[in-house]
């Protein structure tokens, strides 16, 4: 996991997934937890980003 993607995660959750995963589930669920709160955003999308 490069520098730009844990900036990107923390930062702006739904955007570091859309550049891993495309738009997709992945991205929607992101999207939709960050709305609700933003702190599982951000662990999604760590999440997300860390898987190979």
Not at 23 to 47: E, K, M, Q, R, Y
Request: hydrophobic fraction near 65%.
């Amino acid at each position: 996991m490069s520098l730009l993607t844990i900036i990107l995660s923390l930062v702006l959750p739904p955007l570091a997934v859309f550049l891993k995963k495309g738009f997709n589930s992945d991205f929607i669920i992101n999207l939709l937890l960050t709305l609700l709160f933003w702190v599982p955003g951000v662990i999604h999308a760590l999440w997300v980003n860390s898987k190979v």
